[in-house]
């Protein structure tokens, strides 16, 4: 059993707050070391208590509008080493670039009734911590159903079953779970991801971050998406 | 004046020449050898005109009665004085004795010259009363005239007979010279009046016109007989005698006025010949200038002959002066009864401009433009048109316009452009004048009219253009009315759809849940599993969740607010079964519209893909969106099978227009069947603040 995570809560809502905090601590994996109201009130806590990860509603006071992920930004910038899980209720993929627009390091778009799988929301508390990222099934969900394309987008040059891997991959699954979905074989998965990576300009970044990259190339496929 | 009229009129000419040269013959003996100081006075005062008047009566009327009879007067005035000069001549330079011994018989020579003296005088007299009593036309109206005027000739018998009778010569004198010349006149003028009394109705006016002129004569001449009785009592020094002498030459005047006038203004003597109104008026100021110079002639010398030459001088030029205000009055007269009412530079632009003010009409304008050109500056033709740069052209004409070469109207002497800034609005074309050329006074009216009018135009076009705005305007309000009414309709109805939606479908489920979890407990209770269960419940939870936000999301997108259009738009596009490609210009990257422009585009947008899929069966679907000129513009473009735009009148089409329009955008939809739809709206574009995005936001 790894030791706890050291969790600030950062939730508007009472209710939602203590129940998530609850949810967790009686996991026995989670510490929650604070839970507070406002941004501002995280950012403070953060900044005293440095926690290994954060949980952030997005919409907080004073403005409810997207201060969960100016808050992760300004958390990720000051402390490169805690991550921070945004949840939020909008299931727009443009919420999930506007919280990736800096980089995807230790960062992770969940909807907000995730909390209710409590084991999901674990598995993201520790993707973050390890730096890594994590985009909502339903946000690729979206995505993957999207017929809307770009001409000149990246993902043009890929093919169909390069595109049915990485849509596995933006799942946060493993070679081996796409190859155990598409009854296929690991290496032959590997083949496709090391192609999709190329076409996609991603060979030379570190393996870890090259998966979460090809995915949010794959979210950010539209030329009016920001960046 | 044609030949054959002046062959007919031989005898006449020989007359008119007569009557010039004997007045010449006169004036040159009388101030010459006789030096007689009432020549100049006489001739200038009375034979002058009388004789002028006649000569151009008859000149221009050689039929006319009248102008004969005039002339005649003139001649007989001017043979009788000259005869009369010559007679004293030849009696001065032969040193005769024409006289009689006291007692004696009458010398037949002293008899003859009197009796032909005399009779010239009583011949001027009759011709006068003729003349006076059978204006205007000189003929014989009423048997009566005949019998009177026939008779009157009768009177000529007299200086023959009454010497033989014994009378005395000077009583003679006065029986066919000084009475005859006071009472005949008055005789006509009674005569003239009776006439005017008994003419019919529609002539008696020309008649009346000329009583003015007729009696005041009479009345003059009657005075002047009775300053001749003064001459009996005061002898020819008289003061009296020369107060009348000098108004003694007004009635020769007067009724060469009269006749002048009655030819030319009432056209009395039948003259239907154009005359030159400006010879006219040349005759008549000929005849009041030398009556007043013979006026105050008389007067100078006569004042000299009393009084010191100081004084008469002062006298002479007060009575220059007396007469002054008179002969201008007079001058003034004969010009205003000659040209009419023709309209001095500054009455014609008053007038123009009181037409100005009603001149909304530019119909109405142009001709009354050309009338009072025509009338006021004497030209032969206007022609104006006006109008032109968006107004319809109107055109006025005024005279008549003499064809040109090739059966074109005549070439315009001149034009006037209306201009107005760069604009023409209208053309003024002249002829010449109907007398003289144009003064450049003249060309100055013209051009101020012009410019006037110009002004006119343009305000008839600003008037024009206003009433369309006025409107354009009054339509948009109706139709702004009617859309907000539709808009307010459509906010109902959608209230309506979202309260439906949280009584019966998310109201409902959250009873279910509750009622689920009822059962669990009881099912806990009883020692049951109720794992299961909650797994259940859970999954009814994220169902209304689910509910909730797709709810919210119709309500108002939050991706709208949080991150603009171009994100909504994409977020949109991306959730459509069929491909929709998105191109927003580069410079639409994070810029925020106002809220109102954004959400008009937004339901726009969405309303049209609601659209597409509902009816287009399209495969594609392409929007645009971008800046330009200060507008926003948005594009949904589909492939599917279209729609006639006429014929089609969707309670969805036209809640995208009252929406767009509402932000003051416009709306254009192009379709047909099988070539697709284009939905195209251009907004205006109202970029925000971030600060007041936020503060927009929250609220």
């Not at chain 2, 007067?73 to 001065?92: D, M, N, P, Q």
């Not at chain 2, 040193?95 to 037949?108: E, F, I, Q």
């Not at chain 2, 299961?532 to 999301?553: F, G, K, N, P, S």
């Amino acid at each position: 059993m790894p030791d706890p995570l050291r969790v600030v809560i950062a939730e508007d809502h009472y209710l939602v707050r203590e129940g998530t905090r609850r949810l967790l601590e009686d996991t026995g994996q989670a510490d929650v070391v604070a839970a507070v109201g406002t941004a501002g009130e995280l950012l403070d806590a953060v900044g005293r208590l440095r926690p290994d990860v954060v949980i952030a509603d997005i919409r907080m006071p004073p403005g409810h509008h997207t201060e969960g992920i100016a808050a992760a930004h300004a958390i990720r910038a000051g402390h490169p080493g805690i991550g921070v899980v945004v949840l939020s209720q909008h299931a727009n993929e443009n919420y999930a670039f506007d919280l990736f627009r800096r980089g995807t390091d230790g960062l992770a778009y969940l909807l907000k009734e995730r909390i209710g799988e409590v084991d999901e929301l674990l598995r993201a508390l520790r993707e973050v911590v390890a730096g890594r990222s994590v985009v909502d099934p339903r946000i690729v969900e979206v995505l993957m159903g999207s017929h809307a394309r770009a001409a000149d987008a990246p993902l043009s040059r890929l093919t169909r079953r390069e595109l049915d891997v990485l849509r596995h991959m933006a799942e946060g699954k493993t070679n081996r779970a796409i190859a155990e979905s598409l009854r296929l074989s690991e290496s032959t998965i590997e083949k496709h991801v090391n192609s999709t990576f190329a076409k996609l300009g991603l060979a030379e970044i570190p393996q870890l971050h090259r998966r979460v990259s090809a995915v949010l190339a794959y979210l950010r496929h539209t030329p009016t998406g920001p960046d | 004046m044609s030949l054959m009229a002046a062959a007919r009129n031989r005898g006449m000419h020989i007359v008119a020449v007569c009557g010039g040269l004997c007045m010449l013959w006169a004036t040159l003996i009388g101030t010459t050898q006789l030096q007689n100081r009432y020549t100049l006075p006489w001739i200038l005062g009375s034979v002058l005109p009388c004789y002028f008047a006649g000569l151009f009566t008859w000149w221009h009327a050689p039929t006319s009665p009248v102008a004969k009879r005039l002339l005649l007067i003139g001649t007989w005035l001017s043979v009788t004085i000259a005869f009369r000069y010559s007679t004293t001549l030849l009696i001065r330079a032969f040193d005769w004795n024409l006289r009689p011994a006291p007692g004696a018989l009458h010398l037949p020579a002293d008899y003859g010259l009197q009796v032909l003296s005399q009779t010239c005088d009583l011949i001027v007299s009759i011709l006068v009363v003729r003349l006076l009593a059978l204006l205007p036309d000189g003929r014989y109206a009423f048997p009566y005239e005949r019998r009177v005027l026939g008779a009157l000739w009768g009177l000529l018998a007299l200086p023959a007979l009454l010497p033989l009778t014994g009378m005395s010569r000077l009583t003679v004198h006065y029986v066919v010279f000084y009475y005859p010349e006071a009472w005949l006149p008055g005789l006509g003028a009674a005569l003239l009046v009776l006439r005017c009394l008994r003419a019919p109705a529609a002539g008696r006016r020309d008649i009346a016109a000329l009583l003015p002129f007729a009696v005041p004569g009479a009345v003059l001449l009657l005075a002047r007989g009775a300053s001749r009785l003064f001459r009996t009592w005061q002898g020819e020094q008289g003061m009296l005698y020369f107060v009348g002498a000098v108004l003694g030459a007004l009635p020769y005047v007067a009724m060469a006025l009269a006749i002048v006038y009655a030819a030319f203004r009432h056209r009395l003597l039948g003259v239907d010949l154009v005359i030159r109104r400006s010879a006219v008026y040349g005759c008549l100021w000929i005849i009041i200038n030398s009556w007043y110079l013979g006026m105050a002639l008389t007067l100078g010398l006569t004042a000299g002959q009393y009084l010191p030459v100081g004084l008469s001088l002062f006298v002479a030029v007060v009575a220059t002066a007396l007469f002054q205000p008179l002969r201008a009055r007079l001058n003034a007269l004969a010009e205003r009864h000659v040209f009419g009412k023709r309209l001095s530079r500054f009455e014609l632009l008053v007038q123009f401009g009181t037409t100005l003010e009603h001149a909304y009409d530019l119909g109405r304008l142009a001709p009354r433009l050309a009338t009072g050109l025509h009338e006021g500056l004497n030209l032969q033709w206007v022609r104006v048109r006006l109008g032109g740069e968006g107004l319809p052209v109107s055109v006025g004409e005024a005279g008549a316009r003499p064809a040109g070469a090739g059966g074109l109207p005549a070439e315009p002497l001149g034009e006037f452009p209306l201009l107005y800034g760069e604009d023409v609005l209208g053309l003024i074309e002249y002829g010449p004048k109907a007398e003289g050329r144009c003064t450049p006074e003249d060309h100055d009216i013209g051009e101020t009219l012009a410019r006037s009018a110009a002004l006119a135009v343009h305000n008839v076009r600003l008037a024009a253009e206003l009433s369309a705005r006025v409107e354009e305007v009054q339509r948009q309000a109706a139709e702004l009315d009617a859309s907000r009414a539709r808009i307010v309709h459509a906010q109902d109805t959608e209230r309506r759809r979202i309260e439906r939606r949280l009584h019966d479908g998310i109201q409902q489920e959250l009873v279910a849940l509750v009622a689920k979890l009822a059962l669990a407990r009881s099912c806990l209770r009883r020692g049951g599993d109720i794992d299961a269960a909650l797994t259940e419940m859970q999954d009814d939870a994220y169902r209304v969740i689910d509910e909730l936000r797709e709810l919210a999301h119709g309500i108002h997108p939050p991706i709208l607010t949080d991150q603009g259009l171009v994100a909504a738009v994409t977020s949109c596009a991306r959730r459509m079964p069929i491909p929709v490609t998105v191109h927003s210009e580069e410079s639409l990257g994070g810029v925020r519209f106002a809220l109102d422009v954004e959400e008009s585009a937004f339901y726009l947008v969405s309303e049209a893909l609601t659209n597409v899929l509902k009816h287009a069966a399209a495969t594609h679907v392409a929007i645009r969106m971008a800046r330009g000129g200060g507008r926003l513009l948005v594009e949904v473009r589909d492939d599917g099978a279209g729609f006639p735009t006429e014929t089609t009148r969707g309670s969805g089409l036209t809640g995208m227009r009252d929406r767009i329009e509402a932000v003051g955008g416009e709306l254009t939809i192009t379709s047909g069947p099988g070539t697709g739809t284009v939905i195209r709206a251009r907004l205006l574009e109202r970029v925000r603040q971030e600060k007041q995005v936020r503060e927009e936001t929250r609220a």
